[in-house]
């Protein structure tokens, strides 16, 4: 398997916000546009596998702060990305929701690495 790559990486996030959204009954087009418009100002073909990870981090960061539900959409991600890389989705903290299930009172928190983010989603997800 292959890594996903950074673009892909944007583009996999910006499913996970429509798909969420769908899947719940209401569209949140303004932090998808928001998303977007910040994943376009990247760069989005970088060098190394390394330059890659740390761009999908910080755009996973960004959605995490834009959408409250991403832990489901984490898990629509992993379903849209059956090529990507197991172990570059785990480098990179796409979260999932056996993790978003905890009874952890912290909206979010972030490991030593800084690159695994995880939440509880409000009741309404």
Do not use: W
């Not at 996903?4 to 798909?19: D, Y």
Request: with cysteine; hydrophobic share 45%.
């Amino acid at each position: 398997n292959k890594p996903v790559s950074t673009s892909g990486a944007a583009l996999l996030i910006m499913f996970a916000f429509g798909a969420h959204d769908t899947a719940v009954g209401s569209l949140s087009l303004e932090p998808a546009m928001e998303f977007a418009m910040y994943a376009s100002s990247l760069r989005l073909a970088p060098a190394s596998l390394a330059e890659q990870e740390q761009t999908a981090v910080e755009l996973l960061r960004f959605a995490v702060r834009n959408d409250p539900c991403l832990c489901s959409g984490g898990a629509l991600l992993a379903k849209a990305a059956p090529t990507a890389d197991p172990a570059f989705l785990e480098r990179v903290g796409f979260v999932t929701v056996s993790s978003c299930a905890s009874d952890d009172a912290t909206a979010r928190t972030k490991d030593d690495e800084g690159a695994r983010v995880k939440h509880s989603p409000p009741l309404m997800c």
